[in-house]
């Protein structure tokens, strides 16, 4: 496709259970973003690949998020003994490498909404 | 105190009306400053970018960016019912992965 694509749109969950969202990036864009948006709050980082390399997770809340891209491609963040807290849609975003320092925006998909009972 | 701050409104205007949104911020690093829209159950779409200081205009929207006052706006010009959405600002340093978001302000354009 032409965008962002991540699976599934909606998660329900109990908490405690293990949950899984996948993010397909736009075809060529090395770097990839997952952010968390709560209720009536703008996206907040969480973490960063470029390629399979995971160069920044300064955003992850705790051990319990891990996120993976072995690939280079798709990604799978990951959320271990959900808690109620991590409710919330999350959102992943795509760019071209900012080769020479020339920015590169970043393209969001539509996100997942996770909803832990 | 958030590196971003956003005024989330809601703000409700008349089709036709010029509409302004701000954003002011507390990093002097922040180099690159992004508007997004978001409509409900969708991700944010990247309306504008602007590199530090200056206006840029696209069509119906004008980004102004005044680092000395770290205030960014986001002009909309003739509103239409369509523009109705959650409009967030975003920015980020040079050299850096991540950009931060405001909490965003929710327009509802009346026909």
């Known amino acids: 496709g032409a965008g962002v694509s991540q699976s599934p749109r909606y998660k329900v969950a109990k908490r405690g259970q293990d949950v899984a969202l996948r993010c397909d990036p736009i075809s060529g864009h090395v770097s990839l973003f997952w952010y968390q948006q709560a209720l009536g709050q703008g996206p907040e980082f969480l973490t960063y690949?470029?390629?399979?390399?995971?160069?920044?997770k300064s955003g992850l809340p705790s051990d319990r998020f891990f996120a993976e891209r072995p690939e280079g491609s798709v990604s799978t963040l990951k959320i271990q003994r959900t808690q109620q807290e991590d409710s919330a849609v999350y959102l992943c975003a795509s760019s071209l490498d900012e080769f020479r320092g020339l920015y590169q925006p970043q393209h969001f998909g539509d996100g997942t909404r996770l909803s832990i009972l | 105190q958030k590196e971003v701050e956003q005024d989330p409104g809601p703000l409700s205007v008349p089709e036709g009306a010029i509409v302004s949104l701000n954003c002011t911020y507390s990093n002097s690093a922040f180099q690159y400053f992004m508007w997004y829209r978001q409509y409900s159950r969708k991700g944010p779409e990247l309306l504008m970018y602007?590199?530090?200081?200056g206006n840029k205009e696209d069509g119906r929207f004008t980004a102004q960016v005044d680092k000395s006052s770290k205030y960014i706006s986001l002009f909309i010009r003739d509103s239409q019912p369509s523009d109705s959405a959650t409009y967030l600002c975003a920015m980020k340093q040079t050299g850096a992965n991540n950009l931060f978001f405001g909490t965003g302000t929710r327009l509802t354009v009346i026909p």
């Open positions: 690949f470029q390629n399979e390399a995971q160069l920044d």
């Open positions: 602007t590199y530090s200081s």
